[in-house]
């Protein structure tokens, strides 16, 4: 990796290069992502036990991280959180395929943070599904609006506005291990899911049923923590 002084990164490689190809993010994405405000992410629970702790965390959305995360990084950097709280930023960076360092000073949270390891699994598939669904009822209402669509995304053969869409793939994160006291390994899938590669139901998402008022957790952003 390069680089330059208050410049672009530049990625010099091919293989670097392919791996940039690899991590962009959809055209409609970048333009909810790049936009000036972001109105649809919704608070987090600060869904802690232990009254000092919860004090203290002080835990931001996980979308939040996720989403900067893939904005200004690709898969294989290293993210570094130095007031990791909970650990979101770890979970985001393990959803989006990178690694993370975080740094604590309270030594309560160690407990919070190697809990990711239970859930992270599920809340991983759960954010990369959406965001393929998403990207297929994108493609389905602009179809259906009569708007061109550029180009076909090869791992999954589903269509893309951009030529930069054509090789993204979203890895699938398989396995969560605990090699030391203080560290996770993740394992990915370099496959596309079988369930969005070609062939699969391009049509329109259901409008989601407004929920009721619960006291339970309804957001899978606070399933976490
Ligand atoms: C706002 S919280 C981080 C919340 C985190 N992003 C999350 O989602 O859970 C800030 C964290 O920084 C930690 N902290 C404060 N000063 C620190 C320091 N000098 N070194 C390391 N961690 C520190 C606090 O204990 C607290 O957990």
Redesign the pocket.
Known sequence: MILRKGGKREFSSDTEKENRRRSAIFWEERNLYFSDIWFDIKG?RQDLNDKE?RK??????FEL?YRLINMYSVKNDTVL?????????LAAAMTAARNSIG????KG?LGPVLEIKNNILRLARETTETRLKSHLSFIAERTAAGKPVGYKNLPYGFPVITRQEKEIIINELKEVTQPTQQSLHALYSDDPQPAFRQGADFSPLPKPVPKKKTKGRTDIQLEL?
Request: proline residues 8%.
């Open positions: 987090s702790l203290r965390s002080a835990a931001f959305p991280a959180d130095p007031f990791l709280g909970t650990g979101t930023t740094c604590e000073i309270e949270f923590f």
